[in-house]
């Protein structure tokens, strides 16, 4: 039986008719039978010829749909490799996608976890532990404010570390407060409010004051503070400490009211027109304060 196709009339030059089987499965038609009488009769009387023609004219056009289908099987199998290497690159794709979605979430999820920071393998224990700062003045510190003596006294110290440990076991309780800049804020645990016994720099003790500015001026260095201002504040401290004003009656107090006041107002005036080098002891500010401190002595004697 004859290899079925589409229609193959079509114009000089287009393109031939798809195949729709393999022309290599096709057997020539019987010329010889009966059925091939009238044909036969039309090419020529003798029969053996037109035979003969007939299976020519077959074979021929067989072999040229052998050749197309030769070239329709190759552009079939290269259309195939063609989508599939589409399907590839799109799954690749989605792949990737999928993949880099994946690690987006993992690293999301990283971020959120609790981080330990890195330790020396080589490194044994230090000798000596000192004592944390408060997170209040810690704060403080890397903002290059103002901040008391008190929470670098052994008393402000104290509170940090029951207030740590107070955090640690108490880590639900949750009060609203307000934060260093005046704003509402929700406060969790007994470590918002470290500081509960703050007093003013000119209050405390002198060994409690001695004390205090000492770490101070350890933990602004650490902070890294500029070095003019960790010099400036050292000299300023250390000229208090070091001032003959400390031999007279009551003269340990009045110099920490003058340092109580003048290193609020230099913080306050830093930047600004009316800024001025704390290191240098103004000592008549300091008779100033001093009359002012005696004054106020005199009346609570008389009142009482």
Not at 159 to 180: P, T
Not at 210 to 219: A, C, D, M, Q, V
């Amino acid at each position: 039986m004859a290899t079925t196709t589409t229609p193959s009339s079509t114009p000089s030059g287009s393109v031939p008719a798809r195949l729709l089987s393999d022309p290599n499965s096709a057997v020539c038609p019987d010329f010889a039978s009966e059925d091939y009488d009238e044909v036969r009769a039309k090419i020529d009387a003798v029969d053996g010829i037109a035979i003969a023609k007939l299976t020519a004219s077959w074979t021929k056009s067989n072999d040229k749909k052998k050749a197309q289908w030769i070239i329709q099987v190759e552009a079939d199998r290269a259309q195939a490799d063609a989508e599939e290497a589409v399907r590839r690159q799109e799954a690749e794709k989605e792949a990737a996608e999928a993949a880099k979605a994946a690690e987006a979430e993992r690293l999301e999820a990283e971020k959120k976890k609790p981080k330990l920071g890195d330790f020396d393998v080589n490194s044994a224990p230090t000798s000596f532990i000192e004592a944390r700062i408060s997170a209040f003045a810690q704060k403080k510190l890397e903002r290059r404010e103002y901040c008391p003596l008190y929470p670098f006294t052994t008393a402000g110290l104290s509170e940090a570390a029951a207030a740590i440990m107070s955090s640690a076991e108490d880590g639900s309780s949750v009060r609203l407060g307000r934060s260093d800049d005046n704003e509402l804020t929700f406060q969790t645990g007994p470590s918002a409010n470290t500081h509960k016994n703050m007093v003013r720099d000119e209050n405390l003790s002198h060994r409690e004051f001695g004390l205090g500015w000492h770490r101070y001026i350890k933990e602004i260095g650490r902070a890294d503070w500029p070095k003019l201002h960790v010099n400036a504040l050292t000299q300023f401290f250390y000229g208090l400490d070091t001032h003959a004003l400390h031999e007279q009656e009551h003269g340990s107090q009045i110099i920490r009211i003058y340092a109580d006041r003048y290193r609020l107002e230099w913080f306050n005036t830093l930047g600004t027109a009316n800024s001025f080098n704390i290191a240098i002891i103004n000592d008549g500010l300091l008779t100033k304060i001093t009359n002012e401190y005696f004054m106020k002595l005199h009346s609570k004697t008389i009142v009482a």
